[in-house]
């Protein structure tokens, strides 16, 4: 579904369209998010920006995948998916992902691929959203209470070496047949 719509008068005008991404945007898609995403820290560890994490989320919820397009050139998307727990008589809907170039940006116009997805969301019956961002990303935060977002709720990453814990097994293990053959001689 396309949606021609102005990048408002106090800002530079324009003619944006959301709409469905397709097929033949994923490159343009990941390149944007290359350039989005690969600047900051890895957002985190669980999901990294890669072209499966494009094509997989289109498998998943094509109709939730949306593009932002500026005189026929992709400026900005939304990646999204729905979650059924077993246990919950509730949909949800996550936000995976969500850039805009550079240049492009305070034009809301993730504020509008926001919107285009939220209502798409309740027509598939999600009744609650779902976005984690890293707590110090202010511009993701800022945007996100912006639309609605609130209850942030922290969340901890710990981390085990198990690289580490091998090296000392190693040398544990070189230690222990060095002393052998001291025994031995
Ligand atoms: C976060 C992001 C998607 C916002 O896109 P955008 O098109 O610039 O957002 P909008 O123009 O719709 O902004 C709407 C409101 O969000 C807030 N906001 C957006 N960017 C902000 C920033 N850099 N600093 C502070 N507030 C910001 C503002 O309240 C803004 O309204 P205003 O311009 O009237 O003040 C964009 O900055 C981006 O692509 N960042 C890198 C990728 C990322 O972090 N994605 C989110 C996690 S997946």
Redesign the pocket.
Known sequence: MNMQEDLGKKKKHHNLTIREMEIDDFPAVFHLGEK??RA?RV?NLYRTWDEFEVISLYQGDPELCLVAEVDERIV?FVLGSTISKSHSAWKYGHLV????EAA????????KLFNRLRDLMLENGVRMLLVD?EAD????L??FQ?VGFGNPEKHIYMTLNLAAQLGIKKNNAREQTRRQHKNRA
Do not use: S
Not at 97 to 100: K, S, T
Not at 104 to 111: E, L, S
Not at 137 to 140: F, N, P
């Open positions: 989005l995403f900051q957002p900005g992902w969500l850039g805009v492009f940006q305070r034009k809301n116009i993730a504020t961002t990303d202010m511009a993701a800022r945007f912006k």
